[in-house]
């Protein structure tokens, strides 16, 4: 257990912010299959807008890397795009 006061508070913030993040890395993740699922291009287009947003927070504040969120953008990018050839 810890015994300094700072130590005992850098558990409880740690904890709070591990949660927090755990909480939207899910969400992120639950967002990019169901745009990944979807079928209509003027539906996934929409929703991409808002996946890419919310991806681009995350990497903002760490939860996940500047590269994974770019990665991920791209790779929806091009999904949306092949739905209007398809």
């Known amino acids: ?3 300094h006061k700072s130590s005992i508070k850098r558990i ?16 992120a993740r639950n967002a990019v299959r169901r745009l990944r699922a ?3 291009k003027a539906e ?4 991409y807008i808002k996946v ?6 995350l990497a ?3 939860t996940i890397s500047k590269n994974k969120a770019g990665n ?6 091009l999904h949306v ?6």
């Open 72 to 77: 991920l953008k791209s790779k929806l990018a």
């Open 60 to 62: 903002a504040k760490g």
């Open 52 to 57: 890419s947003s919310l991806l681009d927070r």
């Open 44 to 47: 996934a287009a929409a929703a």
């Open 12 to 27: 409880r913030q740690t904890e709070s912010r591990r949660l927090r993040n755990r909480y939207y890395a899910k969400t």
């Open 1 to 3: 257990m810890a015994n």
């Open 81 to 86: 795009n092949k739905l209007a050839n398809a």
């Open 38 to 40: 979807m079928t209509d």
